[in-house]
């Protein structure tokens, strides 16, 4: 069955680093696109960033342009998020999600929460 | 890339129907045929339950169905229950391979 599971959340200070890790499995990884979608305490969804399965451009929102790189790595069937210059309102919990190819998305790991406080 | 617009919240009785409505613009759900609806029950990973409008994934209920016109997109969920008590957020494509999500609407079964 398709699973995904994201880690390397945590806290970190505002103006810091953090990669998030996104472990799938029960499916090819390379065959399809790929979302980060976050969620802050209390708030509603905002899509981050997405990977197409084909070629090497990459997408995000425009609050994060600039200080996020979404990427991916088939033969370990894992994608990241590198984030930077993080600020407190990038606290949120990261969700993974697979596109459908039908400009949606079908599923969801867990999430991974990341805290940015002094 | 501004939040589509959901109400915060809607309410209806068992067995009852009710709709969430979904407002967006010309960028994007007036746009592309491309909206879906997911479910998040509190402390849950968002469930998907409808693509490209009216479309449901398999294994979804047939009690949840979507519908457009210009730029509102809903939600009806018919014959309530229980357990469809949580959080709903629309989402559609925006051009470019961007995205953008609803606010989020609480769904209370009363």
């Known amino acids: 069955q398709v699973q995904l599971v994201e880690s390397g959340g945590g806290v970190v200070q505002p103006g810091g680093s953090l990669i998030l890790s996104c472990a799938a499995s029960?499916?090819?990884?390379?065959?399809?696109?790929m979302h980060w979608v976050r969620q802050a305490p209390g708030k509603g969804l905002e899509w981050v960033a997405f990977?197409?399965?084909?070629?090497?451009?990459?997408y995000c929102a425009d609050s994060v342009r600039g200080r996020i790189t979404i990427s991916r790595d088939n033969s370990k069937s894992t994608l990241f998020l590198q984030m930077r210059s993080l600020r407190t309102d990038d606290t949120a919990v990261y969700f993974c999600?697979?596109?459908?190819?039908?400009?949606?998305?079908?599923?969801w790991g867990q999430g991974a929460l990341v805290i940015v406080s002094a | 890339q501004s939040a589509l617009t959901q109400p915060a919240s809607v309410s209806g009785s068992p067995g009852q129907s009710i709709a969430i409505s979904c407002t967006g613009t010309s960028s994007d759900v007036a746009g592309y045929d491309h909206v879906s609806w997911y479910q998040q029950h509190p402390g849950k990973a968002p469930k998907f339950i409808l693509f490209d409008v009216n479309n449901r994934p398999s294994g979804v209920s047939d009690r949840f169905s979507g519908s457009k016109s210009g730029n509102t997109a809903s939600l009806t969920i018919s014959g309530l229950q229980a357990d469809d008590e949580a959080e709903y957020y629309c989402?559609?494509?925006?051009?470019?391979?961007?995205?953008?999500f609803g606010g989020g609407t609480k769904l209370t079964v009363l």
């Open positions: 029960g499916f090819t990884l390379s065959a399809y696109g």
């Open positions: 990977f197409p399965y084909y070629g090497s451009n990459t």
């Open positions: 989402c559609s494509y925006a051009r470019s391979n961007t995205w953008v």
């Open positions: 999600a697979r596109d459908t190819s039908n400009w949606a998305f079908d599923y």
